[in-house]
């Protein structure tokens, strides 16, 4: 009998609440590295949305793509990139984690009031944007 609840308990974690994802790519390196196991917590954001600083997965491409990133941008906040430095409404970011800062430039963006801003920590090969909350799918954990 405890074997069976075990197993039931099991599946219901890692089924719905611990999604657990492999990293592929190094757009979050130093932080995750290539081919690493790492959990995805869903009930993270049950009562309140992420905050800046908080690295999560994001679901863009279908049901088995997931992608890591860094919540850099809180909805309603000006967002811009000046040589590779976040600027949030006009006031640099610290940013420790990021490696190989890449000399981007991105206009000013406003985010709405459901979208968060994303990046990765590698930022020689990341990528960035807005990101929907509806397209997070969950904090990072470990």
Known sequence: MRVLVLAAVSFIIFRWVLIPIRTDG???LPTYSHGRLHFV???AYGTGGPAR???????????HVVYIKRIVGLPGERVAIAGGQVLINGTALAEPYVHHRKSWDLDGVTLGPREYFTIGDNRAVSDYGRMPADKILGKVVF
């Open 26 to 28: 190094s757009s979050m």
């Open 41 to 43: 917590n869903r009930l």
């Open 53 to 63: 600083g908080d690295v999560v997965a994001v679901q863009l491409a279908g049901p």
